[in-house]
């Protein structure tokens, strides 16, 4: 299967200030999302992004295939963008391979 | 309906005892995924249903895992003689269309298992 990487594992942002997560995938990909878990531990859907750079309010993200890695990128953090972020990454639709994610705590 | 709903959202299972967790997926959702997330872990696949058809079941753990989605829409894991071991989130994800084609896949909030 596909190895996802994410980086870092923990991040602590005061509020206000950006970040930029990080997954690393070992093989080509045809779908790639972000995903945001909540502390009630639901997976919200951020981003489907196989390549190209999307946006969505303070967030965007982008995905360079050609070189196996995607970036998510926060910008002016509010304590609500606090919990973990997974990338899941698939060639097949079938199986979505996760990496172990990047939990964020964004301080008043 | 509006989201993918999961029941029960927590349960506690004595070891031994057989237990069903059921996924109600977005209407009209063809694909449906399991995955299992352990504490501090990423989610792990367990199986891949297209409409009723069980297309994918490589990441069940043991014979002790089963799922169904014989008409096409609810889905139900059993897990059979739970152990201790099998404590975590069960996740249940659907999405609209198939294969590799680009699909947004929507989560549910899980069912909460613990084995005591």
């Known amino acids: 299967g596909i190895q996802v990487e994410q980086s870092p594992p923990d991040l602590i942002l005061q509020e206000g200030a950006n970040s930029t997560l990080r997954c690393n995938f070992s093989?080509?990909?045809?779908?790639l999302q972000w995903f945001h878990q909540n502390p009630w531990g639901q997976l919200i859907n951020l981003f489907y992004?196989?390549?190209g750079t999307k946006q969505n309010g303070r967030l965007s993200a982008t995905t360079v295939a050609t070189e196996r890695y995607s970036l998510l990128y926060i910008s002016s953090s509010q304590t609500t963008d606090s919990g973990v972020y997974f990338c899941?990454?698939?060639?097949?639709?079938?199986?979505?391979?996760f990496g172990t994610g990047t939990s964020l705590t964004v301080i008043p | 309906g509006a989201g993918v709903s999961q029941s029960p959202r927590y349960k506690v299972a004595k070891r031994g005892q057989d237990v069903a967790l059921r996924c109600d997926p977005i209407?009209?959702?063809?694909?449906l995924f399991w995955y299992q997330q352990a504490l501090g872990q990423g989610p792990e696949f367990l199986t891949y249903?297209?409409?009723?058809?069980?297309?994918?079941k490589s990441g069940l753990p043991s014979d002790r895992f089963f799922a169904e989605r014989p008409e096409g829409s609810v889905s139900t894991l059993k897990i059979q003689r739970t152990q201790q071991e099998d404590s975590a989130v069960y996740l249940c994800?659907?999405?609209?269309?198939?294969?590799?084609?680009?699909?947004?896949?929507?989560f549910g909030e899980g069912s909460w298992l613990t084995v005591v």
């Open positions: 994800a659907s999405s609209l269309g198939v294969g590799r084609v680009g699909n947004t896949i929507y």
């Open positions: 093989d080509s990909v045809n779908n």
């Open positions: 992004i196989p390549s």
């Open positions: 899941a990454a698939s060639n097949t639709g079938n199986q979505f391979y």
């Open positions: 209407s009209g959702h063809v694909s």
């Open positions: 249903f297209q409409n009723e058809a069980q297309l994918d």
